[in-house]
């Protein structure tokens, strides 16, 4: 499989950011929409949740940049699954008639997916500096988890694409447990809020590694642990084989069903 990804990396990488230049097409501002979507979302949960979390401690950072360093990874997380999910069924065309491997096509919803989040997370670095949060050597590691975090949306979401395209359920459940997962993991609230049992079981979330080391890296300025960098690696690793896996049973089958 990440042979197959290499051999075709041109592809992915200009049908990415052809959909990222493309995506709002025929509107008055075009592209501008990439950016100005992830902000509005960013202002309405900060104005929502301002006034509720503002006696709580985020770690001496204001909470708008507490908030846009969990939920911008989410989203992008979010959109990399679900849209992988679909994937195949949204190009069931060229998968007919083209001789390009299947994890390609949600290797690309992945690439569009890091785009999106690379533009986000430069705004937020802008955000940051203008309210007080400067810059630290930290900072150069954040491409790391961000990047697990794409490829554990990428593992799963070539899984769930897979049997979507025979159960197209699938692709209909996928939403409602993407909105529930969010709640799930502290990301618009602080983790002293969950009791003592859900605290205890976010290890055990996939984007617990990743999220956590990217909060550590941007708002701590710290180094997390061994343990979370591999938690991070085998989270990434793990979904990408349960996606090869299922796609490698019914690969035979899928071309015909879609």
Request: hydrophobic share 55%.
């Amino acid at each position: 499989m990440i042979l197959d990804l290499y051999r075709h990396r041109g592809y992915i990488w200009r049908t990415a950011w052809s959909e990222v230049r493309t995506r709002y097409a025929g509107s008055g501002m075009g592209a501008l929409w990439n950016l100005v979507q992830p902000l509005s979302m960013i202002l309405v949960f900060s104005l929502v949740f301002t006034s509720i979390m503002k006696h709580r401690d985020m770690g001496g950072v204001p909470y708008t940049v507490y908030l846009c360093a969990g939920l911008l990874p989410w989203a992008a997380f979010s959109e990399c699954l679900n849209r992988g999910t679909t994937a195949f069924v949204h190009h069931a065309v060229y998968l007919r008639k083209l001789p390009i491997p299947e994890q390609v096509f949600v290797a690309q919803t992945a690439a569009t997916a890091a785009i999106g989040l690379t533009l986000s997370f430069a705004m937020l670095v802008a955000v940051a500096v203008a309210m007080g949060h400067y810059p630290s050597w930290h900072w150069l590691l954040l491409p790391v988890p961000l990047a697990m975090l794409i490829l554990v949306g990428f593992g799963l979401g070539l899984a769930l694409g897979t049997v979507n395209a025979f159960i197209r359920d699938v692709g209909q459940v996928v939403p409602i447990l993407l909105q529930m997962w969010f709640w799930f993991y502290p990301i618009v609230y602080h983790e002293s809020f969950l009791p003592g049992w859900l605290r205890a079981a976010l290890p055990y979330n996939p984007v617990y590694p990743a999220i956590t080391g990217i909060r550590e890296l941007f708002l701590a300025r710290e180094v997390p642990s061994a343990w979370l960098w591999a938690q991070m690696a085998l989270w990434a690793a793990g979904a990408g084989a349960l996606g090869w896996v299922v796609l490698r049973r019914l690969r035979d089958e899928l071309r015909d069903v879609i």
